[in-house]
């Protein structure tokens, strides 16, 4: 080999022992910032990247469908990450023709199905569910990632004329109801899915001057009332095991430091369920004056099951998520039936709980009042009550709603009617006398 050929030999190598590492730095760098610290996460922590593996391998023999379930490894992953924190909710995924509410629902359930599959390796660890959503440092993570999704939510580009009409025509939306404030106002995403009602008369409030009626916080679906133990636990599946039998607790739920983590001890715990179509603006229950107001940051999940028979996902919607999740709460001293806690949850993506700016402790306020708002995805709200409120819910089975009304005035769902802000919830029989 000539001289001349040694030196292009040795310049070649030069060349890409120089530039092999930028180009290569450069294809990392085309991944968006979300995307990288992920990446970076996985690198310094080879046991989450193996989990990450494992729950997208377990997703997919559940669900082998490149439709519904596109996400094959890790490196797709990465991929959709960067596609989803620049989609409007129903661009997620692809899946059989249906409704906006139906195709935004499904894209939220499968971006968590991904992460939502059982793990030996996280078996008894204390976690609500082993699964990598509810792991520390991924659901650290998986809040940031809710949070660049909601940067591009609330920016102009999440906001089309097309967009805007094809919710119009979903009449599961109530666009065409006149019941909200003009679509002048809406120029992004969230400020359409926290709209604001036009007046208050389009959502009444059942018994205004009667303070043992309850009222719905919010449009939702009601999913059951449980007793509070002495001890200030529930009994749910799921829960903490004491004794072979399992709790969650209502100190963890308010927070151990909280002056009222004790104070329902022997009442009454019950929540209903916000879905993406819903009004996501939540109200005052009750009438009384604030105590305490809170905000807890913790875990952004969503337990989701597929239904291979339907082809679609499905949220499931139980109780005991909700005590590591993030959340918000009020307490509101009703004078004659106690105390009663208000406790807007975030699902999903919604790690953005957010209170009026006139909710404060010695703030009082009647039922109806604007309490505070969701931002994008489907939401729950809990409310505590004190065992000398004798709190009855009166809501009406869904079947029994059925009989009396027909189908046509409320959106029917398994177990209770849907309701609207506003419409009677339950009633607070009072001290025993």
């Given amino acids: 080999m000539n001289h001349s050929m040694k030196r292009c030999k040795h310049l070649l190598v030069f060349f890409v022992a120089l530039v092999l590492p930028c180009m290569l730095l450069a294809g990392e760098q085309t991944h968006k910032p979300i995307t990288m610290e992920l990446m970076q996460l996985l690198k310094a922590d080879k046991d989450m990247h193996n989990m990450l593996a494992q729950s997208i391998a ?4 559940h669900n082998p469908d490149v439709k519904t379930n596109p996400v094959r490894s890790v490196a797709d992953y990465y991929n959709f990450i960067d596609r989803y924190v620049e989609l409007l909710p129903q661009q997620i995924v692809k899946g059989p023709a249906g409704s906006v509410r139906d195709q935004m629902l499904q894209g939220i359930c499968y971006f968590y199905y991904l992460v939502d599959q059982p793990l030996p390796e996280l078996k008894d660890k204390g976690l609500y569910k082993n699964s990598l959503q509810y792991y520390p440092p991924f659901s650290a993570w998986l809040r940031k990632c809710a949070d660049a999704w909601g940067d591009f939510l609330d920016s102009e580009a999440s906001w089309t004329p097309a967009f805007y009409k094809q919710i119009y025509n979903d009449a599961a939306y109530g666009l065409q109801q006149g019941w909200y404030e003009s679509p002048d106002n809406w120029k992004t995403f969230n400020q359409w899915f926290a709209r604001f009602l036009k007046s208050p008369d389009v959502r009444p409030i059942a018994s205004p001057e009667d ?14 009332a449980w007793h509070i133990d002495g001890q200030s636990r529930i009994h749910v599946p799921g829960g903490l095991k004491v004794k072979m039998v399992r709790y969650f607790s209502i100190k963890d739920l308010l927070g151990e430091d909280s002056a009222y983590a004790g104070a329902f001890a022997n009442g009454t715990l019950t929540h209903t369920f916000l879905n993406v179509n819903d009004y996501h603006r939540y109200h005052f229950a009750v009438s009384g004056t604030v105590k305490e107001v809170r905000i807890i940051a913790q875990n952004v999940a969503l337990e989701v099951a597929w239904n291979p028979q339907q082809g679609k996902y499905v949220p499931i919607d139980s109780t005991g998520w909700q005590f590591t999740q993030t959340r918000g709460y009020v307490i509101v001293d009703t004078g004659t039936y106690g105390l009663v806690a208000l406790i807007p949850m975030g699902m999903a993506q919604v790690s953005s709980v957010n209170f009026e700016q006139d909710v404060k402790a010695g703030s009082s306020h009647k039922k109806g009042d604007m309490l505070g708002n969701f ?26 709603f059925a009989e009396k009304h027909g189908s046509d005035r409320h959106r029917k769902v398994e177990g209770y009617e849907h309701l609207l802000m506003g419409e009677a919830y ?3 029989h009072g001290p025993k006398k």
């Fill in 375 to 400: 931002l994008f995805g489907g939401s729950d709200f809990i409310m505590l009550f004190q065992q000398k409120a004798g709190f009855e819910l009166t809501v009406a089975p869904m079947h029994t």
């Fill in 426 to 428: 339950g009633i607070m």
């Fill in 58 to 61: 377990l997703a997919k023999a």
């Fill in 211 to 224: 303070p043992s009626v309850v009222v719905s916080p919010a449009d939702s679906v009601p999913q059951g």
